[in-house]
């Protein structure tokens, strides 16, 4: 007698688990522009520094007595979070159409995983102290992105440096490079670049990268300029999805979960830039 089992349907789920887990690590930018943590478990991480020292003149003949103490201190704490995201399947669903169930689903509970990383990290900029931009509801302009980069190599904030801003502050630099040679801060072959492809990625001392998920308010959004040990991100579980049967309803109910920690790591080598986002028009 042949009988139907789960194991009949299983390479369903198996491709939603494999290309979702592709969708949630391969989307996110902003895991790969920060300081990557991971660990066992869900204690907070504490992260700490030791003292910077400065050297000293001292006279020939002088016993020197005034030692810096080499000790650690805290520089930053990490609390690890869960995130879920669920999807159900129907029966009649995966019966009717299943192949197209099993790629929107995975597409789409891998995009959410991703996204919601990315919110969470990009939120880490409302965190640094100093804010470079001009403002709400003023323009953006390439000087404010220079008095970004001036003030990380004050702090001597090591190479690279990324800037991630809001799509509608780009548009206000494209427009600014567009502007008569006399007013332009950038010149030459790069700023010819950006009017033709619109976007260049490298220039003025930084790599750029534009996101939706940084954060907004109605008209304004808060990017940064940074180095990755600005930020850190602490993975405590990979995205895993795990399916569970409700003979009930006759359906799969996906779960699809990751934990993580995030944060700012050492603020010095970061600035948050807050600008107008109004739409362009």
Not at 108 to 120: L, S, V
Not at 192 to 214: C, E, H, I, P, Y
Request: hydrophobic share 40%; with cysteine; charged share 15%.
């Amino acid at each position: 007698m042949a009988i139907s089992t789960v194991s009949n349907i299983s390479g369903y789920f198996n491709n939603i688990y494999e290309d979702a887990l592709f969708v949630a690590r391969e989307m996110n930018m902003m895991t790969q522009l920060v300081t990557n943590y991971s660990a066992t478990g869900w204690m907070t991480r504490t992260i700490s520094t030791y003292p910077t020292f400065t050297a000293a003149s001292v006279s020939e003949g002088v016993d020197y007595a005034n030692p810096t103490t080499f000790d650690k201190s805290t520089l930053a704490t990490l609390t690890p979070g869960e995130i879920i995201t669920q999807g159900i399947i129907t029966d009649r669903r995966m019966e009717t159409d299943p192949q197209d169930a099993r790629r929107d689903l995975a597409t789409e509970m891998g995009n959410a995983i991703a996204t919601k990383i990315d919110k969470d990290v990009a939120s880490s900029f409302s965190s640094f102290s100093t804010d470079v931009g001009p403002g709400a509801g003023t323009t953006n302009t390439l000087a404010k992105f220079a008095v970004g980069v001036s003030v990380l190599r004050n702090n001597l904030t090591p190479q690279p440096l990324y800037a991630v801003i809001h799509p509608y502050c780009w548009h206000d630099i494209f427009v600014e490079l567009g502007q008569p040679a006399s007013q332009k801060a950038l010149l030459g072959d790069v700023a010819n670049q950006a009017l033709r492809d619109f976007f260049v990625g490298s220039w003025l001392n930084m790599q750029w990268f534009v996101s939706t998920n940084v954060p907004t308010s109605t008209t304004n959004a808060t990017g940064a300029i940074f180095n990755s040990q600005a930020i850190a991100f602490d993975t405590r579980k990979a995205p895993m999805l795990e399916p569970e049967r409700d003979a009930s309803l006759r359906a799969w109910e996906l779960n699809m979960s990751a934990g993580y920690a995030y944060g700012v790591r050492r603020s010095a080598f970061g600035v948050k830039y807050t600008g107008d986002i109004t739409t362009p028009t």
